[in-house]
T-cell receptor
Framework: AQKVTQAQTEISVVEKEDVTLDCVYETRDTTYYLFWYKQPPSGELVFLIRRNSFDEQNEISGRYSWNFQKSTSSFNFTITASQVVDSAVYFCALRGYSGGSNYKLTFGKGTLLTVNP | EAGVAQSPRYKIIEKRQSVAFWCNPISGHATLYWYQQILGQGPKLLIQFQNNGVVDDSQLPKDRFSAERLKGVDSTLKIQPAKLEDSAVYLC??????????????????FGEGSRLTVL
């Protein structure tokens, strides 16, 4: 069974602060994929980042960066110099691969990020 | 490229009534998903289609929910009769899987804006 835990329910920061969203996952699959999605008030889930389990290299893309640590089953997401437009609910998600045909995506409960001006 | 289209955006019904939601995926996407998102929770998969066949409906309450994708393109999700606990946003998503290369496994999902259901 797959499980994704986002312990932070809500985070509030002031514009230009850095903010890190935590994600811890559980899976028995040896190959899996981790995702972050953003859900603004409009409701549409927007894909942000995908990492696979065999590549722990962390990256930075603009103001976004992520820290994938297999040893602690964590996939944290950081926004640098936050902006008001970053206010949204952020979901961490996991997709396992067991050689079958079902690539079900399991979501965490989400973290509501509010960036105040 | 047009995104995933869903309708209606909002629906209010009384319990025991029926409701239907429609989804048109991105052109060429073989896989279509319906997710239920209850307020304050992450989306939960209800049903997954590959073309017009069902891949996974293990979490679909089949006594009241049904879904079809007859021609392997657009899809309809129906609830009959609705219960108060069905109040949620119903999200449709599509992906190219089974595709080639990176998308075959990573299967990035593209989501619609959702249909918000309120059951009174």
């Amino acid at each position: 069974a797959q499980k994704v835990t986002q312990a932070q329910t809500e985070i509030s920061v002031v514009e230009k602060e850095d903010v890190t969203l935590d994600c811890v996952y559980e899976t028995r699959d040896t190959t899996y994929y981790l995702f972050w999605y953003k859900q603004p008030p409009s409701g549409e889930l927007v894909f942000l980042i995908r990492r696979n389990s065999f590549d722990e290299q962390n990256e930075i893309s603009g103001r976004y960066s992520w820290n994938f640590q297999k040893s602690t089953s964590s996939f944290n997401f950081t926004i640098t110099a936050s902006q008001v437009v970053d206010s949204a609910v952020y979901f961490c998600a996991l997709r396992g691969y067991s050689g079958g045909s079902n690539y079900k995506l399991t979501f965490g409960k989400g973290t509501l990020l509010t960036v105040n001006p | 490229e047009a995104g995933v289209a869903q309708s209606p955006r909002y629906k209010i019904i009384e319990k025991r009534q029926s409701v239907a939601f429609w989804c048109n995926p991105i052109s060429g996407h073989a896989t279509l998903y319906w997710y239920q998102q209850i307020l304050g929770q992450g989306p939960k998969l209800l049903i997954q289609f590959q073309n017009n066949g069902v891949v996974d409906d293990s979490q679909l309450p089949k006594d009241r929910f049904s879904a079809e994708r007859l021609k392997g393109v657009d899809s309809t999700l129906k609830i009959q009769p609705a219960k108060l606990e069905d109040s949620a946003v119903y999200l449709c998503a599509s992906s190219r899987w089974p595709g080639t290369g990176a998308h075959q496994r990573t299967g990035e999902l593209f989501f619609g804006e959702g249909s918000r259901l309120t059951v009174l």
